[in-house]
């Protein structure tokens, strides 16, 4: 095998590796949180006069938006690993140096795919009948689901460079994860702001996630009332190369790489 | 006659700070490595020793200038130049995620050693560090000379023909710095060419075949301790060292 690909491969499966050494802690983390959100938009909100189908919605909503949650862990460690130098023993190896970053966010897509997969059937227990999958196309969804941990993978990248000092990390839940969150379509589908306020509407554009979100639901729940599936599978891509590209740019330029 | 192993040619690196210039950390430096030799940087803190190996590690590029290996830059083949090339730095760099040998196993693999020679490397280098009762220990348990010695081990992994290390005894008590150089003397032993960074002078004085002092960025002299020390009258290298620098300043 060509000694950079094996190097690229062997770094991916260094991260998956020690991903499955936390893998229980971290899939029951994620259900506790799945189960909350699932009993309390399933069952409770629905009592209060919510749609029956909030349930699946939001249940989808947090399947997908599920990567956005592990990017500060990922990029307070990596962050450490740079500032630490734990990073040069992997700018030393036989590949180039930009491909150690783009693995580090493969590995990244990777283990969130893992965990995500799982939670799939577990969302379906909680719902059960609530959760129709009569309108998934599983084409669709795998398409969605491989671009947008992907996606999360180099966003993740991204906002690890831009962490320099870790003393002070808030600024990056409240300055950007919650913002991108909040307006990401997980409580609301885009439609129903751009019916409200087409400005508004065009603005939620400008936010990645949303068309994780709507991508996905469109490939699970239905077509019906989302954006079009392909427009949010193709400009997913376009973001994933704009912050990969600009990842990498401030590496390069923050540890002085080869 | 002793065959050369790399040349470096006109090195520069400048290090900008909002695109001025904050410091230069090297400026036209030029000099040979020889197959087989120990080659040490000396300097004070901020000479421009770590900035150097690590640009012979390729871990950092050089602002300007050329380091050739087999007549070309490394730069033109960077995966097959860091293929022979083992770097130990100053800062140790190891995964406290993994245990003593799972650092190494992931080490072995990301050079592409096969399952059966990376078994033998693993045991062989093992029993020649005298780690094999930590072979599955967690790194937190090691003292800081046998994470040092760990370091020298896993830069190993790979049967490199060039070791830098960067600094390797630093901090580390007498006894265990013997021993440390017991290990570089063997590696000099095998044929192996070992990039020294030391402000050690006993140190450079034992194991180098070659010194080269370093002050802000620029070479003072390279020869072996033993010519410095007859040109200069000197008893020892600290003292050729000290009125080397001394020298400089009045320049």
């Known amino acids: ?258 | 006659m002793t065959q050369t192993l790399l040349k470096i040619r006109n090195l520069h690196k400048v290090y900008y700070s909002r695109k001025k210039i904050q410091k230069n950390a090297l400026n036209d430096v030029s000099f040979d490595i020889l197959k087989g030799e120990i080659f040490s940087f000396l300097g004070v803190n901020g000479a421009g020793k770590t900035t150097l190996s690590s640009i012979i590690a390729s871990l950092h590029p050089p602002t300007k200038g050329i380091v050739f290996w087999n007549d070309k830059s490394i730069y033109e083949d960077l995966v097959c130049y860091r293929k022979i090339v083992g770097f130990c730095p100053q800062h140790q760099n190891l995964d406290y995620n993994l245990n003593l040998e799972q650092n190494l196993i992931f080490q072995g693999r990301y050079y592409g050693l096969s399952k059966k020679d990376l078994e033998d490397r693993i045991e062989y280098l093992l029993k020649r560090f005298e780690l094999n009762e930590y072979a599955k220990s967690n790194l937190d348990v090691l003292s800081g000379g046998y994470k040092q010695r760990f370091l020298i081990a896993r830069t190993l992994v790979n049967d490199p023909k060039l070791v830098i290390l960067d600094e390797p005894t630093v901090g580390l008590d007498p006894q265990v710095r013997r021993k440390l150089w017991q290990y570089i003397l063997r590696l000099k032993e095998e044929g192996i060419s070992v990039v020294l960074t030391t402000h050690y002078l006993d140190e450079a004085e034992v194991l180098s075949d070659r010194v080269c002092v370093i002050d802000k960025g620029k070479i003072i002299i390279i020869d072996t301790p033993e010519k410095l020390k007859s040109d200069w009258k000197q008893k020892n290298l600290e003292d050729v060292f000290l009125h080397l620098l001394k020298e400089e300043e009045k320049i």
């Open chain 1, 1 to 258: 095998m060509n000694p950079s690909i094996n190097c690229f491969f062997q770094l991916v499966r260094r991260e998956v590796y020690l991903f499955f050494k936390s893998f229980l802690s971290r899939f029951l983390d994620i259900s506790f949180v799945l189960c909350t959100w699932g009993i309390v938009f399933g069952y409770l909100m629905v009592n209060s006069g919510l749609k029956s189908s909030y349930g699946a919605f939001i249940l989808v909503g947090s399947i997908a938006s599920f990567g956005l949650f592990e990017t500060i862990q990922r990029a307070t460690c990596l962050a450490q690993d740079v500032t630490d130098n734990k990073i040069d023993n992997f700018l030393i190896l036989p590949i180039s140096s930009y491909s150690v970053f783009v693995s580090i966010a493969i590995s990244w897509a990777i283990n969130t795919a893992i965990l995500t997969l799982c939670l799939f059937p577990l969302g379906k227990l909680i719902l059960w009948g609530r959760f129709d999958l009569s309108h998934a196309s599983w084409v669709k969804f795998a398409l969605i689901f491989i671009t947008s941990n992907l996606f999360y993978g180099f966003f993740a990248l991204w906002v690890s460079s831009m962490v320099t000092n870790l003393r002070n990390i808030s600024w990056l839940w409240c300055r950007i994860i919650n913002p991108l969150y909040m307006f990401c379509g997980f409580f609301y589908t885009w439609k129903s702001v751009y019916e409200l306020a087409h400005f508004i509407g065009y603005l939620h554009l400008l936010n990645p996630l949303i068309y994780i979100l709507e991508g996905t639901k469109a490939a699970i729940l239905g077509q019906r009332g989302y954006l079009p599936f392909w427009n949010c599978f193709f400009v997913l891509w376009l973001f994933i190369a704009v912050f990969g590209f600009d990842a990498i740019r401030r590496f390069k330029k923050r540890v002085d790489f080869v």
